[in-house]
């Protein structure tokens, strides 16, 4: 049997806020008074950079091991990069206090100290983009091919 005490309504999700938000859209009082005022989101979403890594742990196990230092893991960026700099990492997180720590990690006996940084995050909005030409790069062609 359907449990009609509930309606349904539309959802909106913003992945950009930095968490799992949705926004619900109550068709009337009566319906937003089912919605608990003492609901609130225990996690979050945090884009961290992790630097200091010696290449030879560079593994995924790596990183969601120090990841789980604030979360889980969620996504490596760029898992194929050329670089090794840094890696940037989306985890899933309790914590509401911006995380930027230095600790230290043993590999074999030696000691390496592992920078922490959270960032903010990004979402591409790409539907309001001109074409792949620009005119400052139409301008920069036509004026080399005056010389």
């Excluded at 992945?15 to 979050?44: C, N, Y």
């Excluded at 950079?49 to 091991?65: S, Y």
């Excluded at 490596?76 to 050329?82: I, L, T």
């Amino acid at each position: 049997m359907l449990d009609t005490s509930y309606e349904l309504v539309p959802l909106s999700f913003f992945p950009d806020m930095g968490g799992f938000w949705v926004m619900l859209q109550f068709q009337s009082k009566t319906a937003l008074q089912h919605a608990s005022d003492s609901s609130s989101i225990d996690e979050r979403v945090a884009w961290i950079d992790v630097e200091g890594v010696p290449l030879k742990v560079w593994t995924r196990n790596t990183f969601a091991k120090i990841s789980s230092k604030w979360g889980s893991l969620l996504y490596e960026e760029d898992e194929d990069a050329p670089y090794f700099h840094r890696k940037r990492l989306c985890i899933k997180t309790t914590s509401n206090e911006n995380i930027c720590e230095s600790f230290k990690i043993v590999v074999k006996g030696k000691i390496f100290w592992i920078r922490v940084k959270e960032v903010s995050g990004w979402a591409p909005d790409f539907s309001d983009s001109p074409d792949d030409s620009s005119e400052s790069d139409n301008e920069y062609v036509d004026d080399k091919s005056k010389d």
